[in-house]
């Protein structure tokens, strides 16, 4: 696997506004579009989080315990994370199985002040604060009109 792509994909995918979604939903694909929690600029704290994952793009989203992307999880764990540029004509998408993180010291490692808002208690023990993390097993993209693909290995 070319080093430099993978050093593209995690420079692009640590500077995306946000990432899109894209879960199972009564047989029908549903897109939208979630916090990027790679994103250093919005997340400066977190980079640690990602530094020993560069060849696996592995990638934190959060949601609502009861939210119905949730729900689409727990019968569907097959989705699709889509990073992207549009002015600098790049995009990456990641495919694979979501997991939901019950681990208490990474649901913690992995809040930020600023996800208070979505959640009753305002803290990484609220009920509602589900984690999820993608492992992704595919990769494809397109970067600066190139074409590119592979499978990261389990």
Request: charged share 30%.
């Amino acid at each position: 696997m070319d080093q430099e792509l993978f050093k593209t994909c995690n420079e692009r995918m640590n500077t995306a506004d946000v990432v899109y979604m894209t879960t199972m939903r009564d047989g029908y694909p549903c897109t939208r579009a979630m916090l990027n929690m790679r994103n250093r600029d919005q997340y400066p704290d977190h980079q640690h989080l990602y530094a020993d994952h560069i060849e696996d793009l592995m990638t934190y989203v959060v949601t609502n315990t009861g939210s119905k992307k949730r729900k689409d999880i727990e019968r569907d764990p097959r989705v699709c994370l889509y990073f992207c540029h549009p002015g600098e004509f790049f995009g990456v998408s990641l495919v694979g199985d979501l997991e939901i993180v019950d681990d208490m010291e990474v649901k913690r490692a992995v809040w930020a002040d600023n996800l208070a808002q979505y959640f009753p208690t305002g803290k990484p023990e609220d009920e509602d604060y589900t984690l999820l993390r993608l492992f992704p097993r595919e990769v494809s993209g397109w970067n600066c009109g190139h074409k590119f693909a592979f499978e990261i290995p389990s």
